[in-house]
């Protein structure tokens, strides 16, 4: 069993739809979650930062922890073309350690 | 924001010899940066954890004499693939947390190696 699970898509949604992300993981020593998105031949761009269990909102991105079912979700509301890439979930069980990466989830977003 | 600049963004070389890729955080120190290696419609693979001022930790499987990693400066890592083959050719990545800020990882925008 991996430690981080992301379904790889691909997804495929209309344009102003809200999408759902999610990773599950195994390891209840991470605190500390990310999201990025990666463009083709690009590399990841940070999107989310997360510590702990709760939810962060910056501006149509929303990201949810919920430690106690090892659960993380990344929302996309009013989701645009630009929007369709790959999407990475990680996590560290300390600041500064390695990243243990999802799969990634392909999106794409229809116009 | 934190920013890493990676360079070159794009090499090809001959098979048998060395490439150098430089990896510098722009805007803060970094005494940790992780070096990542991707295939074609996969997840980032990591390959080794650089130091500053100290020897690479590499993963397992990872050969540590063929992927050559210095951590010179606060704000440099290079990683230099020796003697390399077409099974070399890959996306390589690094990433870099800013010292003292709690603010996620950083990445590069990678460097795509193609040996022939």
């Known amino acids: 069993q991996k430690e981080v699970e992301q379904d790889p898509g691909p997804l495929s949604v209309p344009e102003g739809a809200i999408v759902s992300l999610n990773c599950t993981y195994s390891n209840s020593a991470f605190q500390y979650f990310m999201w990025y998105r990666q463009y083709s031949r690009k590399g990841p761009e940070l999107l989310m930062y997360t510590y702990s269990s709760g939810n962060k909102e910056d501006g149509r991105f929303t990201a949810q922890v919920d430690k106690s079912s090892k659960y993380i979700s990344l929302f996309i509301r009013d989701s645009q073309p630009s929007d369709s890439a790959t999407y990475l979930c990680a996590m560290s069980d300390g600041y500064g350690n390695k990243l243990v990466f999802g799969a990634g989830t392909i999106l794409r977003v229809k116009s | 924001g934190a920013v890493v600049s990676q360079h070159p963004s794009r090499v090809i070389c001959k098979s048998g010899t060395s490439v150098k890729i430089e990896c510098r955080s722009l805007d803060f120190q970094a005494t940790t940066m992780f070096w990542y290696r991707q295939f074609p419609k996969q997840s980032l693979m990591l390959m080794a954890t650089?130091?500053?001022?100290?020897?690479?930790?590499?993963e397992q499987g990872v050969e540590k004499d063929k992927f050559l990693i210095n951590h010179a400066s606060l704000t440099l890592s290079t990683l230099t693939v020796t003697s390399a083959h077409p099974e070399d050719s890959s996306f390589y990545i690094c990433s870099a947390r800013p010292a003292g800020l709690e603010d996620g990882y950083t990445f590069g925008s990678g460097t795509r190696l193609t040996v022939v």
């Open positions: 650089s130091n500053e001022g100290s020897k690479a930790t590499y």
